[in-house]
């Protein structure tokens, strides 16, 4: 109890040097851990949220940037396919395909537009409010709606693609009708409107003030000389709002295909095995788990380089305590001569070092679990990043 009480009394007078002596030993402690807790929850979001998707059609190129933006909603973009591509699937027979349009942001978080199939698809409830029923409305994911601090009854503002194109596409102001539950997945991260509220952030639909009818028999549509393009849709203006083109070239990121069954699943592959069709049909659990893969390929190497600064660090800190108690060689030479023997100097020495060890081991423990605790939102923002 001496000992200890001898201990506390030198650590807490030289507080700076011991709060750096703990936060390095903490952080010796915890990174290996720490790092293994995000790599095991990184392959287990990529690997169920690809297993749950049958398979992805989209432009040939990358498959893995592909997968990355259908699944989880990343920058990495490939060139759209359209509508059309969808379409054939419909005539197929052979499967459900639902679209997804990821081409906008908003406040940090990615646009989604997509049908009312996607929902059902992922298994997405509305815990606040109601589901999107009319252009211009959005469904805020969990992690989002907790981080902007908005719910039913709020707006976001879609960001444009370019701040210098003047010809561009206008932010569209969206009306937030409801929340989804927490699922743990990107899906808490994004903000989801219809596929043709994203058509209308595009500028292929809009409305437009000062439309009028030239006469109440022939039906014509006669504009005015200065027409005002509005930027939110209310009830007052909805019905202005129409789309230009044929809806078959309009653009879609991605498509996910839910086929029939596994017969369908291969017909519906061999029609897009041709290398020059534009257009391509990828299963996303092989695509993610060949990426899965190389990760933990990598990791043994990151196990390696984080053993081997590890040992350097835990080095640095055994000498920084050596240099200390060299420093207090003339305090131990007065502690021996008043009468203290070698070995309570030995236990003042071995009492401190387990005071360092146990408060760097109780602020590693505490790091961890933080970590831990909110690993699947890391994980799940670091995928959308």
């Known amino acids: ?28 402690l915890s990174v290996p851990i720490i790092s293994q807790v995000l790599l095991n929850g990184s392959q287990t979001a990529l690997t169920e949220r690809a297993e749950q998707t ?31 591509d969808a379409d054939v699937i419909w005539d197929t027979g052979l499967g459900l395909p639902i679209p997804l349009n990821t081409a906008f942001e908003t406040n940090g978080a990615r646009i989604v537009g997509t049908s009312i199939e996607y929902f059902e698809f992922r298994g997405l409830e509305v815990s606040e409010g109601r589901q999107i029923a009319l252009l211009g409305e959005a469904l805020l994911g969990a992690a989002t709606a907790e981080r902007l601090g908005l719910g039913p009854g709020d707006t976001v503002i879609s960001a444009p693609q370019n701040l210098f194109d003047l010809d561009g596409v206008y932010p569209l102001e969206l009306n937030i009708v409801g929340v989804l539950a927490p699922t743990g997945t990107p899906d808490d991260e994004a903000v989801f409107v219809d596929i043709k509220t994203s058509w209308v952030i595009a500028g292929i639909g809009h409305g437009h003030d000062g439309v009028l009818a030239a006469g109440a028999t022939s039906g014509d549509i006669v504009a005015s000389a200065a027409i005002v393009e509005f930027n ?45 069709n534009p257009v391509q049909i990828i299963v996303p ?101």
């Open 1 to 28: 109890m001496n000992a200890l009480f001898l201990a506390l009394a030198y650590l807490r007078y030289h507080w700076a040097r011991s709060a750096v002596l703990v936060l390095v030993a903490a952080l010796i």
């Open 54 to 84: 049958p398979l992805v059609l989209g432009r040939r190129g990358s498959q893995l940037d592909l997968a990355m933006n259908a699944l989880y909603f990343s920058d990495d973009r490939a060139s759209p396919v359209t509508m059309a």
């Open 232 to 276: 939110r849709i209310t009830e007052e203006n909805i019905d202005s709002f129409h789309f230009h083109g044929a809806t078959a070239d309009y653009p879609v990121s991605a498509i996910l295909l839910v086929p029939n069954d596994d017969r369908a699943a291969t017909i519906l592959r061999g029609r897009y095995l041709d290398p020059e």
């Open 285 to 385: 659990r092989d695509v993610i788990g060949e990426l899965v893969g190389r990760i933990f390929r990598i990791k043994s190497l990151l196990d390696a380089v984080t053993l081997i600064v590890g040992g350097a660090a835990l080095a640095a800190v055994g000498l920084a305590v050596f240099l200390s108690y060299r420093l207090r060689a003339r305090e131990m030479q007065t502690a021996f001569k008043i009468g203290a023997r070698r070995g309570m100097i030995l236990r003042l020495i071995a009492a401190e070092t387990a005071i360092l060890l146990c408060l760097a081991g109780v602020i590693a423990l505490a790091i961890t679990l933080a970590v831990q605790t909110n690993g699947t939102a890391i994980v799940a923002w670091l995928l959308a990043t």
